[in-house]
């Protein structure tokens, strides 16, 4: 299981609604819509950014569905769920988030922040290898959508081995591995990458994650400041409430710059923008095993590329 096998669970409960998505939203979150038929609208971005006042203003009465990643992948825009799940509540429009970039590393209360379908893979921030897909659906629509897929483990009383029984439970495990058995496996790393979080919060899984989402900001913090200094193009925002762990910077070297941190044992991500053949991107991922000599090994890296152009940049912290 994966974010993309959640989805396309997803795309079945849902059967009809136009839906809002950002521009640049990872393909997995809206593929299986398209192809499904569904009339998709972009959310287009200002400043690397996707504001809720940018949001409300392309809602119609044919919304029915938002899908907004909490964090984008490519820019490290972190969205305010809050105020997107409280847009959704005024408008009952379904509230779909994708979290695989901040699931384990960021808090998410799915309630607050009236998140009616939730889905996340484990293997990035929270440290837990493939086969991980989360999927939150909540009871609302698990009473109101007809349930798509079924097998032995849906329905109640399962080990009775009764063939004629299809009794199937209204609730989200009905579909836990699509109604067969789990990767026995991928659950136990879940369970040792959760088992590490609480050990950070001393018990506490959620103190874990508010620890590690602070630790990361002082690391992004940390690693802008330096940045400014070498004048490189920052396309992540840089307010501290829209950040997260993802740090992406633009350079016409950035094939080169790459291959040099690689070379120094520097593990980051070289990406293009989206169709876009040319890759300029680099994407920087701190999380909290990172330390400040790591930032300084990798700002002497960048250093030697820095740019003799002074920029100017905005930021609220």
């Not at 909490?70 to 429009?93: A, M, N, P, V």
């Not at 939150?136 to 109101?144: A, H, L, P, T």
């Not at 959508?145 to 483990?153: G, H, I, T």
């Not at 701190?286 to 990798?298: R, T, V």
């Amino acid at each position: 299981m994966n974010t993309s096998s959640c989805m396309n669970v997803v795309a079945q409960l849902l059967k009809n609604g136009d839906i809002i998505y950002p521009e640049g939203e990872f393909p997995s979150s809206i593929h299986i819509f398209k192809k499904l038929g569904f009339n998709c609208k972009k959310l287009y971005e200002s400043n690397f950014q996707y504001p809720i006042r940018d949001l409300e203003k392309i809602i119609n009465q044919r919304i029915k569905i938002i899908i907004h990643s909490h964090i984008q992948y490519l820019t490290g825009f972190r969205q305010d769920l809050e105020l997107l799940g409280e847009l959704c509540k005024q408008h009952e429009i379904i509230n779909i988030i994708n979290a695989t970039q901040s699931f384990g590393a960021f808090p998410i209360d799915v309630k607050n922040s009236n998140i009616n379908i939730l889905v996340a893979s484990a293997l990035k921030w929270a440290c837990c290898g493939y086969g991980i897909g989360i999927l939150f659906v909540s009871e609302k629509i698990i009473e109101e959508c007809d349930l798509p897929f079924s097998s032995w483990l849906s329905v109640k009383d399962a080990f009775s081995m009764d063939n004629d029984n299809i009794n199937v439970i209204r609730q989200v495990k009905f579909m836990d591995s699509l109604g067969g058995t789990p990767h026995f496996p991928a659950l136990f790393t879940l369970i040792g990458g959760f088992n590490l979080i609480e050990k950070i919060g001393d018990g506490d899984l959620r103190r874990g994650i508010l620890r590690i989402n602070n630790r990361i900001l002082e690391l992004t913090s940390e690693f802008i400041a330096k940045i400014k200094e070498l004048n490189y193009k920052i396309i992540t925002p840089l307010e501290k409430k829209n950040r997260s762990g993802i740090i992406t910077l633009e350079h016409d070297k950035a094939e080169t710059i790459f291959k040099e941190l690689l070379k120094n044992g520097i593990y980051i991500s070289l990406r293009n923008y989206p169709k876009s053949t040319k890759k300029t991107l680099l994407r920087f991922s701190f999380n909290y095993y990172n330390n400040l000599a790591d930032i300084e090994k990798c700002v002497s890296i960048l250093n030697l590329y820095k740019s003799t152009q002074r920029r100017k940049y905005y930021c609220q912290n």
